[in-house]
């Protein structure tokens, strides 16, 4: 554990542990991926989430938006600054930045699905606006886990054709 956190530090790319939905009878009929394209592949460095592109084709006039969010679930404690230092009040905040873009087919009933990246927040952004109830309370974050949701949805659709979560 110590050792993949150092290495997220550093800035290396880690294949999150994601589940991939892909459901074509959510898209027109007859979409299908590109010659040589597939399904999104969604790695997390830091605190930034980057998907890749792909193309379907088959999808005739239907456009289609892409979105990608990425959650920060920030926990910690309020220390009273007393010779204790005791804890006084537990918290967590979820933060959410969302990445959106609409997708036009083009006249050959294919679609191109441009790479997206969205930046979570950090523990040092989230302490720079965090405040304990007290003033005099000192903020403790013991941990902030990152989440993310990836969909592709085609126009008409209820529910996406592809769904990343990790």
């Known amino acids: 554990m110590i050792l993949a956190l150092a290495l997220l530090s550093l800035g ?27 399904a999104p592949v969604c790695t997390v460095t ?7 592109g792909t193309a379907i084709e088959g999808v005739g006039n239907t456009n289609a938006t892409v979105e990608l ?10 220390h009273n600054p007393g010779t204790n230092s005791k804890v006084v009040e537990p918290f967590s905040k979820s933060v959410t930045t969302t990445t959106s873009s609409e997708l036009t087919s083009t006249r050959n009933g294919r679609l ?27 903020p403790e974050v013991t941990s902030n886990v990152l989440s993310f949701e990836y969909t592709l949805t085609f126009a008409g659709f209820t529910a996406p054709a592809i769904r990343i979560t990790g």
Do not use: E, M, Y
């Open 12 to 38: 290396f790319a880690t294949t999150v542990q994601a589940a991939t939905l892909v459901d074509l009878n959510n898209a027109p009929q007859g979409a299908h991926f590109a010659r040589g394209a597939g």
């Open 112 to 138: 191109v699905v441009p790479a997206q990246t969205t930046v979570g927040t950090s523990t040092a952004d989230f302490l720079a606006t965090f405040k304990c109830p007290n003033p005099n309370w000192r």
């Open 46 to 52: 830091g605190t930034t989430v980057n998907c890749t």
């Open 69 to 78: 969010a990425v959650t920060s679930t920030v926990s910690g404690v309020c």
